[in-house]
């Protein structure tokens, strides 16, 4: 099932989210419904704050970005792309552990703030612990696209949003933008829900 994606202004995107247990209810369709509502609105990630839930979860498919890079110039090798078009992953009660290396940036956008993109800094490299949908526990480095895919999501468990990493000069042009999308004054091409208090 689709579910509506929360945009910027609901106050779910700002709570710190709970760690769950492997009873928490219809967690198996959550699951299947968050990575229904992340292709239906192409995207490569979605946090469970972005579909209401405040709860330490998220989806990753990187396949996109390796579509896309294979139609254009690609910034990425060959060993890059053969990562991201196999990289499906659920991730529950993530912590990062580490993170490592010069800052880069790349230019972000989110599915809760539509139309917005700006330039992002984030490290490169990274040491996840997380569990599986099994609840299996995984210690692992991730780094470069994966990487700041992860990040990203992180960033929504924790209560962050990537307009939160940006300068506070970009955060002033861009300011207006996010007010009409908490207002509702926006189109998106995928279902969305604003907070109406």
């Not at 910034?75 to 580490?98: C, M």
Request: net charge negative; with cysteine; hydrophobic share 40%.
């Amino acid at each position: 099932m689709i579910l509506p994606i929360v945009v910027y202004g609901d106050p779910v995107l700002r709570k710190v989210a709970g760690e769950i247990a492997a009873d928490y209810p219809q967690l198996e369709k959550l699951i299947a419904d968050m990575f229904e509502t992340m292709y239906a609105a192409h995207g490569v990630g979605l946090a469970a704050p972005q579909v209401g839930k405040s709860i330490r979860l998220f989806v990753v498919d990187a396949t996109p970005f390796a579509e896309v890079e294979e139609d254009e110039e690609s910034e990425f090798t060959a060993e890059e792309l053969k990562q991201l078009e196999n990289f499906k992953r659920v991730f529950i009660n993530p912590r990062i552990v580490d993170e490592k290396g010069t800052e880069w940036k790349f230019n972000e956008g989110c599915l809760s703030i539509p139309k917005i993109r700006e330039d992002v800094s984030r490290k490169p490299d990274i040491l996840l612990e997380y569990q599986d949908e099994q609840f299996k526990k995984h210690k692992e480095k991730f780094s470069g696209v994966i990487a700041r895919v992860i990040q990203h999501e992180y960033d929504h468990i924790e209560g962050k949003l990537f307009t939160d990493r940006i300068s506070g000069i970009r955060r002033k042009l861009i300011s207006g933008k996010l007010k009409d999308i908490s207002q509702g004054n926006f189109s998106a091409d995928y279902k969305t829900k604003v907070f109406r208090g």
